[in-house]
């Protein structure tokens, strides 16, 4: 189903390189393989929207969307926003609670870990990364903010964050009357903060550079919204 240009779907691939299966796994086959024709297309598991320029704009994993009461947040755009943060090395947005009704939770890895050594420091910190987020109609109403030593990665890529692990992680910094169990119309100001997580005086640079690794966090670009 092609969807009208703007609007949020996954993304499918077709070319002659396209493996028609997977190999010994029917089952995953039939769920990314759709039959057209003499040809096939490939589900990605990536979101997208096409722009009127026919320009691909790439939203994130499928599987890693905040669906809140108030609806979708995608992983690439919202990251971006606070990224923007020169002391912000890494973010990573995971939900908390069911799909449908999930808490949206911005964990960061701090460039500078002076940012992060005492409450004060990690409570000014907050103030300023939400400031960004207020800026933007898409991450405006995320109000929970994390912060985190080291992220996890993908063991075959050791680049792409881990955002599943993380969100356990967050979950077990969350207190009750925390994210996990917030409702949609509770913020911040009305219940104690979550645990702060303790981190290292060193911090491990990314040894591809300031802006090495994933895509999540090279992209800066604010001029089209997520859709």
Known sequence: LELPHGEPGEIAA????????????????????????DSFWHRMGDIGRMDDSGSLW?????????????GTLYTIPSESVFNRHP???????????????????????????????SKNDQETFRRELLKLGEEID????????????EFPVDIRHNAKIFREQLAVWAASQTTPGGPRDAGPSRGRENRPGPPLWPLRAQSRR??????????????????????
């Open 87 to 117: 002391d912000v090395k890494k973010s990573a947005l995971v939900g908390l609670g069911d799909r449908g009704h999930q808490q949206p939770v911005m964990v960061i890895e701090p460039e500078n870990p002076d940012r992060v050594r």
């Open 206 to 227: 990314n040894r591809q550079g300031r802006f090495g690794g994933h895509s999540s966090n090279t992209s800066r670009d604010f001029r089209n919204p997520p859709g």
């Open 14 to 37: 077709r070319a002659p390189w396209v493996a028609r299966v997977y190999y010994n796994r029917e089952d995953d086959t039939r769920l990314a393989k759709i039959k057209d024709g």
């Open 58 to 70: 790439f939203l994130g994993r499928k599987n890693q969307r905040v669906i809140t009461s108030q």
């Open 138 to 149: 898409w991450t405006r109403d995320i109000r929970e903010i994390l912060f985190h030593p």
